[in-house]
């Protein structure tokens, strides 16, 4: 079989639009498939960052109103570093400030299954013979609901192979019924092996009940989200498609993740290097305003604030700092009640706890390199990154074992000490005294400096890049062009 072409359609993409995992996966996936030979697309709505960073973007097809709920719009043509991009153009839907899914009073755009209909209905149309452009792929690649409903159009209608990626099954795209016809999709369709869900119209639902494969980001996920208690509603969906389901672990861009070479850091390093790590701690506290110390370990947090992040727990244990003793700083944002108990933790505690909220990047990357261990209690995490960061960084992290936590962090122990694959700390359940405990067990072997450099140097030799993931997708585009077939 020849290799597949890919369109790759996205809501999201580093470093213009990003508010989580999949704005670093849109940058870093296709790119990587673009590098093992694949005829690979992205298609993103033309939201004013992208405008801004494409003034020149070439026009290449003009779209009118395809659906009374979907305007007229026009594809640009941009690249960035090789990989074309293909800018979907629709002022009334893209051009607006900020996140791309809410207001700046935090409230979802009340036109959202418009902007986000219009997305898929495009990327299944490039899909089909209408299509307005002469290249052609033979899978379009969805993620997460903003572009899942693109399966149901090439299922209804016929075209290319689809495969719908889940980054987190939290999230599921439900509009009022009323919205199948008003985007478009036959009646035919509003069946419950269709687009209907619970009386209502779900773009993640359809997509996952309608595309030729299904993928989510790592291995444990997949299975996870086969049960009830982590499907939100769609598992029985997910157990029936089971052998269309696949758990594909993202990676991680290892030229901009990489501390011999990263031009935030204070001090490059790398793993026969690990001196020099210490030069990025010490800049890192005095940076934060923390006690510059070189006798307790410093732990570090980058994330949205939030309780499915664990956050509250790391809360709840934060008086005990002190009595470790250890430090802590955070950079992220989110649920009003943890950021401002974060910022009462470092009032209480000065020079033993630093809080920044918002994110930047740069700073990022100095948490990631200056911090002893990095901290993610999180009660779900599909795939995660920061553990991979903070793994190729030689900071050991600390995770609960879910989803792609359990796939990449191994608990140090006396066999896997020996066997060279223990790389961080498990907490086994999620409550606020497992951290506590498992806090305190990193404390005490963080005080060992040979076993530590052991345990950071096994997290440093892994392979977390982009190639394995490549690799994997090809596997599973042949499969799905096959199955169409």
Not at 112 to 135: E, T, Y
Not at 157 to 177: M, R
Not at 323 to 343: H, N
């Amino acid at each position: 079989m020849k290799t597949p072409a890919i369109l790759f359609a996205t809501s999201e993409m580093a470093p213009w639009v990003k508010t989580g995992g999949l704005g670093d996966i849109a940058a870093a996936l296709p790119a990587a498939l673009r590098r093992a030979g694949y005829d690979i697309r992205v298609l993103l709505p033309a939201y004013p960052a992208l405008r801004q960073a494409f003034p020149d973007a070439e026009p290449v097809a003009e779209l009118p109103a395809l659906a009374p709920a979907l305007p007229p719009s026009r594809l640009l043509a941009a690249e960035t570093d090789g990989l074309p991009l293909l800018l979907l153009d629709c002022p009334a839907l893209y051009d607006r400030p900020g996140n791309p899914y809410l207001s700046a009073e935090g409230f979802d755009w009340s036109d959202n299954v418009s902007r986000f209909g219009l997305l898929s209905r495009v990327a299944a149309l490039l899909g089909q013979d209408a299509s307005p452009l002469a290249w052609r792929p033979d899978v379009v690649h969805a993620n997460d609901w903003q572009t899942a409903l693109a399966a149901a159009w090439l299922h209804y209608e016929g075209g290319a192979a689809s495969v719908v990626t889940v980054h987190n099954i939290a999230f599921q795209g439900c509009f009022d019924k009323v919205m199948r016809s008003a985007l478009g999709l036959p009646e035919a369709a509003w069946r419950f092996d269709g687009v209907e869900y619970h009386g209502l119209l779900s773009f993640l639902k359809a997509g996952l009940q309608l595309a030729t494969r299904i993928s989510t980001v790592s291995p444990s996920y997949a299975e996870e989200i086969q049960d009830e208690a982590f499907g939100y509603a769609l598992a029985p969906l997910l157990r029936h498609r089971r052998e269309e389901l696949h758990g594909i672990l993202n990676g991680i861009d290892d030229a901009i993740w990489n501390p011999a070479a990263d031009p935030a850091l204070a001090t490059p390093y790398a793993a026969n290097r690990l001196a020099a790590k210490r030069a990025n701690k010490r800049a890192l506290q005095q940076e934060m305003g923390l006690d510059v110390a070189d006798d307790r370990p410093l732990f570090g947090v980058v994330s949205r604030l939030t309780e499915q992040k664990g956050h509250d727990l790391l809360l709840a244990v934060g008086d005990a700092l002190p009595e470790l003793p250890a430090q802590l700083v955070v950079l992220g944002s989110g649920d009003a009640a943890l950021q401002d108990g974060f910022l009462a933790l470092a009032e209480k505690w000065p020079g033993q706890v630093a809080v920044k909220l918002g994110f930047d990047e740069a700073l990022a990357h100095r948490i990631e390199a200056g911090a002893d261990c990095f901290v993610m209690p999180s009660r779900f995490e599909p795939c995660g990154l920061n553990q991979l960061y903070s793994l190729r960084y030689g900071t050991p992290p600390l995770v609960q074992a879910t989803g792609g936590l359990a796939d990449t962090v191994v608990d140090v122990s006396e066999e896997t000490l020996a066997d060279k694959t223990g790389n961080g700390f498990v907490m086994r359940d999620g409550s606020a005294e497992a951290l506590l405990q498992a806090m305190q067990r990193v404390s005490e072997t963080w005080r060992d400096k040979r076993l530590w450099q052991r345990i950071q140097q096994n997290g440093m030799r892994r392979d977390f890049s982009w190639r394995h993931a490549a690799a994997d997708y090809g596997h599973l585009y042949r499969e799905a062009v096959a199955a169409r077939r």
